[in-house]
C-alpha cells in the first residue's frame, strides 16, 4: 500500500472532500520559494481534491493517512502513459515503414497519440467502474505538522 | 530501417543511459526511489513527457530556430515547449480520468525541473535525427531512465532491510550503490567497442 497525507478541507453531508499533501523529490532548501516545485502549488493542490464517504467522523482541518493499493497505481500508469506511447510509436513506425516523408509520420505519430489517448480513457472508466484508482482512508494523522 | 531503430534504441537506454553514463536526471533518481511503485510511475510519467515533448522539439528546431538562424534560443523554446508538454499531459490526464489525475499527478510538477527531459532534447539536435528516429531516440532514453530508476529502487528497498554500518546509513549507502550500478552499466559501453 502505497501511503500519502491528506487534509479535510470541507464537509457535504456525508461526504468529506480531501486534499492530498504535495510532497516533492527534494527535501528542499533555501531557495523554496523561488522553485519550479513550488510555483502554481495551491491551485495544484485544489484541483487535486477528492470526495470520500465520511465513514470515520472526520471534522474539517483534520489530518488523514490515505493509501493506494501498488498494482492500481502501475495499472494506473499503464492506462494513462503506456497505451498512449504504444499506439503513438506503433503509428509512427508504420508510416515511416511505409515510406512516409517526416510530415506523414508525424501526422501519424499524432494520430496514434489521439487513439491511444481514447482507448485510455474507456480503460480508465472501466477501471473506475471497478472502484479501483481511489484513494483510500485509512488512519488519522493528527493536527498540524508538515507532512511528507 | 527496423535495424537501425532497435541500434539506436539500445544505444539510447544502455549504452549511453541519460542518468548513469550522462548523469542527468539525478534529483529525482535520488528523491523518487525508495519504493519501486513510486520509480514506476515517475518513470512511464517522465517517458510519456519526454516522447511527447521530443516531437515538439524536432518540430521548433527544423521550421523555427534553423530557418530563421534562432539556435541561440534553442534552450529557453525547449524549456517552453517541455513545460507546454507538461502541461499538456495534466490536461488531458484530468480530462481523461479524474481518477487517474488524483492517482498520479504527484509526478507531474516534478517532470518540469528535471533535466534528463531538457538534456534528451538537446542530444536530439546533436544527433541530426528525422522524425521518427528523434521520437525512437526519446522514447528510448527515457525507458533507459525508467529502467535506472526501477533497479535502483529495487537495490535501496533490499538495502532497508539489511544491516548498514550507522556511518553508511541513509545517502551515503545510496550514493555508494548508485555508483556501482553505474559501473555496471559501463560495461555496456563495450557493445559499441565491438
Known sequence: MIEGFARVVAEEGGVVWLEPEQTASCGTCMSASACGHNADHGRRLAARRFPLANDHDLAVG?????????????????????????????????????GAGDGIAAAATL???????LLARLRANRLSRQGALTPRFLRRAGFGGCGG | MIHDLILLMVGAALVNNVVLARFLGLCSFMGVTTKVDTAVGMGMATTFVITVSSMGDWAVEKFLLVPFGLGYLRT????????????????????????????????????????????????LVAGKYNFIESTVFAFASSLGYSLVMVTFAGLRERIA??????????????????????????????????
Open chain 2, 76 to 123: 529557453v523554446t525547449f524549456i517552453l515547449v517541455i513545460a507546454g508538454a507538461v502541461q499538456f499531459t495534466e490536461m488531458v490526464i484530468r480530462k481523461v480520468s479524474p481518477a487517474l489525475f488524483q492517482t498520479l499527478g504527484i509526478y507531474l510538477p516534478l517532470i518540469t525541473t528535471n533535466c534528463a527531459v531538457l538534456g534528451v532534447a538537446l542530444l
Open chain 1, 111 to 117: 494520430g496514434g497519440l489521439a487513439g491511444g489517448l
Open chain 1, 62 to 98: 483534520e489530518r488523514v493517512v490515505i493509501g493506494i493499493a501498488e498494482g492500481e497505481l502501475l495499472r494506473a500508469s499503464a492506462t494513462a502513459y503506456g497505451l498512449p506511447l504504444v499506439t503513438m510509436l506503433g503509428a509512427g513506425i508504420t508510416a515511416q515503414f511505409l
Open chain 2, 161 to 194: 532491510l539489511a544491516e548498514v554500518p550507522p556511518l553508511f546509513a541513509g545517502p551515503p549507502i545510496g550514493f555508494v550503490t548508485a555508483s556501482l550500478l553505474a559501473l555496471a552499466f559501463m560495461g555496456f559501453s563495450g557493445i559499441s567497442a565491438n
